[in-house]
Every structure is written in C-alpha cells, then in structure tokens.
C-alpha cells in the first residue's frame, strides 16, 4: 500500500488549502478594518476598505484551485447519472469566485454600475449552483465504494446549501447578514475540505504503477 504523495494528491491537496486561504483572508481583513463587523456586514463589503486587496486575492486564489479540485474530482470518481453536469456546475463555481474577485460590489448609495451587477449575480449564482452540482454529483458518489460514506453528508450539505440560499434572499436587509453569508460560505467549503481531505487518503491507499 502506497503512503506517497502523486499525480492524485496534487487536486486533494489544493482542496484542501483553498478554504483555509479564504478563512484567513476573511478573518485577517476583517480583523485589519475598524468599525466593520462580520455579523452585521456582508464577506463583499470588504473588498471596498483599504485592505480589499487581500480579500479579492483569496478569491482569485480559491477559485483558481477550485478548478483544479475539480478536475481531480473528475478523474477519480466513477461517473453515474448527474456526474458531469455535477462537475460542469463545480468548475463553474470555480469561475463564479473568479467573478466575485474581479469585479466589487456597489457602495452603498452609489449607482448600479456594470461591476457591481456582475458581481451580485456572481454571488447568488454561485450559491445557487453550488447545492444543485453537489447533489447532482450524489448518485456517483453513492455508487462508488470508495465514496459512499460521504454520500449522506453530501445530500445534508446539499440541501443546507440550497435553503441557506434561498433565505439570503430574506435576510439581506437583516442586521445580522454578514454572519448569515458566512454560514453559507462555511457549509460550502467545509464539504470542499472534507472531499478534500477524503481524495487524499484514497490517493495515498493506491498502490503504485510497477515500473517497466
């Protein structure tokens, strides 16, 4: 049994060092601008203080490894119904955080401009493809012995997703927002960590190619 490293932990890997960028962003930047408040303001307001850089930075990195996550999910998961629409739909959130990062959202009281609509659409696009590639990517894993027991999780994580989403549309004018965005942001990546961390270990239990 194989206990190195290879070509297969390289997409486990970078999942699981992608959510932990986006902690870190996040808690750095809205430990670095006063008066901002991670309960009351939303994850994108940041982006318009001085220290938005960083924010837009952990984005553009988490959805550049969000696509290289995926293409190992590709590879190493035996296809049933849904699969590629499932991972078509990932590789998109891939881009959807590439979106969020380009373009800021509108200040508040500032008119609409074309960045700011981009990016709202990116935001709630994302959240609601999210859930629907999840659970499209559920039949696969149920039919595979290798990923069977995260199976109920992902279907839990799935629905979750799905009506976390839908209630930010509620909730976007509560004072209590921001901690509602980040519990949809933390469900997300939490499941990107745990397949994360499950690819690994598969990757490290195959035993390797003999040589010629």
Same mark, same amino acid.
């Given at each position: 049994?194989?206990?190195?490293?290879?070509?297969?932990?390289?997409?486990?890997?970078?999942?699981?060092?992608?959510?932990?960028?986006?902690?870190? +962003?996040? *808690?750095?930047?809205?430990? /670095?601008?006063?008066?901002?408040?991670?309960?009351?303001?939303? #994850?994108? %307001? !940041? $982006?318009?203080?001085?220290?938005?850089?960083?924010?837009?930075?952990?984005?553009?990195?988490?959805?550049?490894?969000?696509?290289?996550?995926?293409?190992?999910?590709?590879?190493?998961?035996?296809?049933?119904?849904?699969?590629?629409?499932?991972?078509?739909?990932?590789?998109?959130?891939?881009?959807?955080?590439?979106?969020?990062?380009?373009?800021?959202?509108?200040?508040?009281?500032?008119?609409?401009?074309?960045? +700011?609509? *981009?990016?709202?659409?990116? /935001?709630?696009?994302?959240?609601?493809?999210?859930?629907?590639? #999840?659970? %499209? !990517? $559920?039949?696969?894993?149920?039919?595979?012995?290798?990923?069977?027991?995260?199976?109920?999780?992902?279907?839990?994580?799935?629905?979750?997703?799905?009506?976390?989403?839908?209630?930010?549309?509620?909730?976007?004018?509560?004072?209590?927002?921001?901690?509602?965005?980040?519990?949809?942001?933390?469900?997300?990546?939490?499941?990107?960590?745990?397949?994360?961390?499950?690819?690994?270990?598969?990757?490290?239990?195959?035993?390797?190619?003999?040589?010629?």
């Amino acid at each position: 049994m194989s206990k190195r490293l290879n070509i297969n932990s390289v997409p486990a890997l970078v999942g699981i060092v992608g959510p932990i960028v986006v902690i870190v +962003g996040d *808690i750095a930047a809205s430990l /670095s601008t006063p008066g901002y408040s991670p309960v009351r303001d939303s #994850i994108s %307001s !940041l $982006a318009l203080t001085g220290i938005g850089w960083l924010q837009s930075i952990c984005f553009l990195a988490m959805g550049l490894l969000m696509e290289i996550f995926v293409a190992g999910l590709f590879f190493n998961i035996r296809r049933a119904r849904g699969f590629r629409a499932g991972i078509g739909l990932l590789a998109l959130c891939g881009f959807g955080l590439l979106l969020i990062a380009a373009f800021r959202m509108n200040a508040p009281g500032d008119p609409r401009t074309t960045a +700011g609509i *981009i990016h709202t659409i990116a /935001s709630y696009g994302l959240g609601l493809l999210f859930p629907i590639a #999840i659970l %499209s !990517l $559920a039949p696969s894993l149920k039919s595979n012995l290798n990923w069977r027991n995260i199976f109920v999780y992902t279907l839990v994580a799935g629905i979750l997703a799905l009506t976390l989403i839908i209630g930010a549309f509620f909730t976007e004018q509560t004072g209590w927002f921001g901690l509602y965005e980040r519990i949809i942001v933390a469900n997300a990546i939490i499941w990107v960590e745990v397949v994360a961390v499950h690819l690994l270990r598969l990757s490290l239990r195959r035993e390797p190619k003999p040589q010629p």
